[in-house]
């Protein structure tokens, strides 16, 4: 199994003024790993009663390490990996994460925060990715499908807070290091609350992100398959 993807989103009650001063002081945690200078883009200001309007990065940060980069815009700040080349699934989502939620703390401290979202991508590989999809989840009818997918919300309660708990399965192939493309399913996983109109506690901030973790270890991606 190899992970593809590691996000964080943290949503902010309200826009910031001014996004580009979001990123003075990170802690040293922070600073080792966005270790270039950031990218300020100039925003135009946005027209009152223009619809529609994407909340576009103003700040890009950057980081010598391949994979990582964060972007700050006035409504939401997002801690991205991408994948650069083939890690042990457990080893990438351990030091991921380890950054992940120190950009939590460091937002949730910095702002008003009312949501946060933890989204994953993993691929698996699987010969019969379509078969294994339909037994799982659909009827057999569709076993000999060319391709397949499925989504579902399954909304949980903790402490609380009320949890999306978004999965979306679909067979692919994919290429590593420019070899033959291998077949396999791809599981992208989105936890995330449900916006509140009060502010988030950096404790539950805190919890959001353990109870995501625990459902984004190896072998329970694994089971969302099998």
Do not use: H
């Amino acid at each position: 199994m190899q992970l593809l993807r590691f996000q964080t989103a943290v949503f902010f009650k309200k826009p910031a003024e001014r996004p580009d001063l979001l990123s003075g002081n990170m802690p040293s945690e922070l600073l080792t790993l966005f270790d270039q200078i950031p990218i300020t883009n100039p925003v135009p200001p946005i027209l009152q009663g223009v619809p529609n309007v994407p909340d576009l990065p103003v700040v890009t940060l950057i980081s010598s390490r391949p994979g990582y980069q964060g972007t700050i815009s006035k409504s939401r700040a997002d801690f991205f990996y991408n994948y650069t080349i083939k890690r042990d699934y457990s080893e990438l989502l351990s030091e991921a994460s380890k950054y992940s939620e120190a950009f939590i703390e460091y937002f949730c401290a910095k702002q008003q925060v009312n949501r946060i979202g933890i989204v994953l991508t993993a691929f698996i590989p699987e010969e019969n990715a379509v078969k294994t999809i339909a037994k799982r989840y659909t009827s057999r009818d569709l076993q000999n499908s060319e391709e397949l997918a499925v989504r579902f919300n399954k909304r949980e309660q903790k402490n609380g807070i009320q949890l999306n708990n978004i999965v979306n399965i679909r067979s692919d192939s994919i290429s590593f290091e420019g070899k033959a493309p291998i077949q396999g399913v791809i599981v992208e996983c989105d936890i995330n609350n449900i916006a509140t109109l009060t502010q988030l506690t950096q404790n539950e901030c805190k919890l959001i992100f353990s109870y995501a973790l625990e459902r984004y270890a190896g072998e329970e991606v694994k089971k969302l398959i099998l």
